[in-house]
């Protein structure tokens, strides 16, 4: 007698792929709508984007109806920081002398324009009045409190560099900063300035010492 055939069972289906298959679509690797974050999770580094491109401010020359805004910008870094080492607020005929003193020497006087209102200045002068010093120049950037972290002191000092590198009479650039001021001297740096000394302990203010970082960009 013959073995029996062994008995079979109904054909299997053949399980088409998702790209075969009608109406269906291929699996996303993510779904499309935002995830919680569990515990684990990688957390992002990344710095928020600006939702608008293009300058905050718009970088024009200072003229003597600016000088105010000035002041107030100028008074508000004595009183509340250590961005300038001076104690004691400054009137406006303080401000008028400054102004015309940088203007008569050619040096610039920058202001930035946002909202229809001052939100800071910019401008360098002699770093020392001896007459070996003439090719260097010291910077000074203030933004108003109100709009700061918002990119205009880059802007300002962009535009002051400029001016640097288009003055055949300049040739270096220093940055004089309280070494705390952490991000003014990382801009410094993101511009090109390099850091060439620090000066521990020169300076007091608010009841405690101060050092002072120093960095220097040639631009000519």
């Known amino acids: 007698m013959r073995a029996p055939a062994p008995r079979r069972g109904p054909p299997a289906r053949r399980s088409a792929p998702w790209t075969a298959r009608r109406g269906r679509r291929e699996p996303r690797s993510t779904p499309p709508w935002p995830q919680p974050r569990g515990r684990g999770a990688p957390v992002s580094t990344r710095r928020p984007q600006p939702c608008h491109d293009g300058p905050v401010a ?19 870094a004595i009183v509340n920081t250590t961005a300038i080492w001076d104690e004691t607020p400054v009137d406006l005929a303080d401000r008028v002398r400054w102004y015309e003193t940088r203007i008569e020497a050619g040096h610039p006087v920058l202001v930035a324009e946002a909202r229809g209102e001052v939100a800071g200045y910019a401008s360098y002068g002699v770093f020392r009045p001896r007459e070996s010093y003439r090719h260097t120049v010291e910077n000074a950037v203030y933004v108003h409190h109100d709009h700061r972290r918002r990119g205009i002191a880059r802007q300002l000092m962009v535009a002051l560099l400029g001016h640097a590198c288009d003055n055949p009479d300049v040739h270096v650039v220093l940055a004089l900063i309280e070494s705390g001021n952490t991000v003014s001297i990382e801009l410094h740096e993101d511009l090109g300035f390099e850091q060439t000394g620090r000066l521990a302990e020169v300076g007091r203010k608010f009841d405690r010492w101060l050092d002072l970082t120093i960095l220097r960009r040639v631009v000519g």
């Open 58 to 76: 718009t970088i024009r020359a200072a003229t003597p109806a600016d000088l105010p805004a000035i002041l107030e910008i100028h008074n508000e």
